[in-house]
C-alpha cells in the first residue's frame, strides 16, 4: 500500500502523525510512506493547508486528517 502524508516544513502534528505511520509499520502494517510537501502547490494548499496533517492511501478512499488516534489511522488504512 502507498500512503500519502501531507505536510510542510515545521509542522510538529506532522511529526507526530509520521510517527504513528511508522509504528503501524513496525507493527506489521506494510506500507511505503510518500511526504507529499503541500507549499509547493496552490492546488494542495487550498486543499490541505489548514488541515494537515492529512492521510490518504491507494487502498482507501477519502482521507483522514488531524487529530486522529493511532487506533482510528488503522482501521483508515485497513479499509478495503
Not at 505511520?21 to 511505503?32: C, T, Y
Not at 509547493?40 to 488531524?66: F, H, K
Amino acid at each position: 500500500m502507498i500512503v500519502s502524508l501531507y505536510t510542510t516544513l515545521g509542522c510538529h502534528l506532522c511529526d507526530d502523525a509520521l510517527a504513528l505511520l511508522r509504528q503501524l509499520h513496525g507493527q506489521g502494517l506494510a506500507m511505503e510512506i510518500k511526504e507529499v510537501e503541500i507549499i509547493e502547490s496552490e492546488v494542495l494548499m487550498s486543499a490541505y493547508g489548514v488541515r494537515i496533517p492529512v492521510i490518504t492511501s491507494d487502498c482507501s478512499e477519502g482521507d483522514i486528517g488531524w487529530p486522529f488516534s493511532l487506533e482510528e489511522l488503522r482501521l483508515f488504512l485497513d479499509k478495503k
